[in-house]
């Protein structure tokens, strides 16, 4: 029988430097954008920081020994930049490159393979201070970087994507305030950015391919999701086109705002509409070095909204009154891991890893020291069904990353949303895998042939 999933699907799951690394004054790290954020008031969730986190720099032979008994071979991890450049660029940090030979020996010991993200939001604050992703020299840093760890890692890390979701650290974080930097920028400014982020992103594509050839190359954008209302072709043309559809006030999550120059080599045309006064200076050679070829798109998907044709246009629907809801309060909608993918292959025509996906849920250890995390569960089978459904529909799906392997810092609601497979508790560090854990195992290494039926038969 046809299984659910191709042979060789990479399961895995995912996190982030900051957001589980700790350490953060040790081995000679500069500091980034997020250590700073985290010490001013009123900016993190009852002024929580990732300076221990889940103190995975010191732990994460225990982490990796939890994957490899849970059957888990693939893991998304993030470099720290300032840890490897504690100034941004110049001269490398020798203990920070130890640290991470250390994790990726590690890791491969344990039978990992690791996917690494360049850059995951920890932006160095020396870069900062020299005017970060507005400076126009802020690609060749990147690029930089990007050299360092393919020259470095290359050897043991043959799986790189770029830039961990644009839209975040750009858009709530330079045009709405609610993560590092924290200050407001004019939308020109940001635009400004926006196009230097993506010459960064082309220039690392370069940088990689020079020293790392046989490494595949992906991104990691999100944006808006949307599923259509109905199987009616027009509510699913209408969920096509908000799915692209990039207005003044939304062009920061927008999908083909940040996809389009990367993957099509041009700013999407209503952009220009929309945006004309506000469009970046675009000079002669950057399409084609924003537009480098990469092997695979990554896409972090967590929901999606319901949408109906509506004349010649689409309406996005509201989920009906108790829907169902994670920690964070966003909707339940497994359809997004359906409908994503096929709109994103269609459009891109590049097989599509899911580089991120799952809840945040009030987890708790039992009396019976475990921790019961039904809801996960559901979810996780729910999405993955959906999931299934996009691959035998024709999409190229590749992998999918849960995240997160491990409670971790969420950002500015610091350790309040608790979204991993395993649970931390943040006093004494001890982790717990919880039935979701379990229950993803068995989905490995089944590679989800176990999915149908109900989860509590597993
Ligand atoms: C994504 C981020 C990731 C984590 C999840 C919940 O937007 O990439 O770091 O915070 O959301």
Not at 142 to 158: N, P, S, W
Request: proline share 6%.
């Amino acid at each position: 029988m046809k299984g659910l999933f191709p042979k060789n699907f990479t399961w895995g799951a995912a996190t982030s430097a900051y957001q589980i690394e700790g350490g953060a004054y040790e081995g000679g790290k500069g500091d980034s954008i997020w250590d700073v954020f985290c010490r001013q008031p009123g900016r993190v969730f009852d002024g929580h920081t990732g300076d221990v986190a889940c103190d995975h720099y010191h732990r994460f032979g225990e982490d990796f020994s939890i994957m490899e008994s849970l059957g888990i071979q693939n893991y998304r991890f993030s470099f720290s930049w300032p840890r490897l450049l504690p100034e941004g660029t110049g001269a490398a940090n020798q203990k920070g490159v130890d640290f991470y030979d250390r994790l990726i020996d590690s890791m491969l010991a344990h039978g990992i393979t690791p996917h690494a993200t360049l850059f995951h939001w920890d932006y160095p604050y020396e870069l900062f201070r020299r005017g970060g992703w507005l400076n126009d020299d802020s690609p060749s840093w990147f690029a930089e970087y990007a050299e360092l760890i393919a020259k470095r890692f290359g050897d043991r890390v043959k799986s790189i994507f770029t830039l961990n979701e644009p839209q975040c650290f750009i858009g709530i974080s330079c045009y709405d305030t609610f993560h590092a930097p924290g200050i407001k920028f004019p939308a020109k400014d940001c635009l400004a950015m926006a196009h230097n982020v993506m010459l960064a992103h082309g220039k690392s594509v370069q940088a990689v391919r020079a020293s790392a050839p046989m490494a595949s190359i992906g991104y990691a954008p999100t944006g808006r999701h949307y599923h259509p209302a109905s199987e009616d072709p027009r509510d699913v043309e209408a969920a096509r086109e908000a799915t692209f559809a990039v207005n003044e006030s939304d062009w920061t999550f927008s999908v083909a705002w940040w996809s389009d120059p990367v993957i099509l080599g041009k700013y999407p045309k209503e952009a220009q509409e929309h945006l004309e006064p506000l469009m970046p200076r675009v000079k002669p050679g950057d399409m084609e070095l924003i537009s480098q070829p990469i092997d695979v798109y990554g896409q972090n998907i967590y929901h999606s909204a319901p949408v109906k044709a509506d004349g010649s246009g689409h309406k996005v629907l509201r989920c009906e009154p108790g829907h169902a809801k994670t920690g964070f309060s966003w909707p339940v909608t497994p359809e997004c891991l359906r409908w994503a993918p096929k709109f994103l292959f269609e459009r891109y025509k590049l097989p599509i890893v899911i580089t991120e996906n799952g809840m945040s849920a009030t987890d708790t250890v039992s009396l019976d020291g475990k921790v019961h995390d039904s809801s996960r569960i559901d979810y996780l089978q729910k999405h993955l069904l959906s999931l299934s459904q996009a691959i035998s529909e024709g999409v190229d799906l590749r992998g999918y990353f849960h995240w997160s392997l491990l409670d971790n810092f969420e950002w500015n609601s610091g350790y309040n949303e608790r979204f991993g497979l395993v649970f931390v508790d943040f006093q004494t560090l001890k982790r717990t895998p919880k039935d979701s854990a379990l229950y993803y195992s068995n989905i490995v290494n089944s590679n989800g042939s176990n999915l149908k039926g109900t989860w509590g038969a597993l």
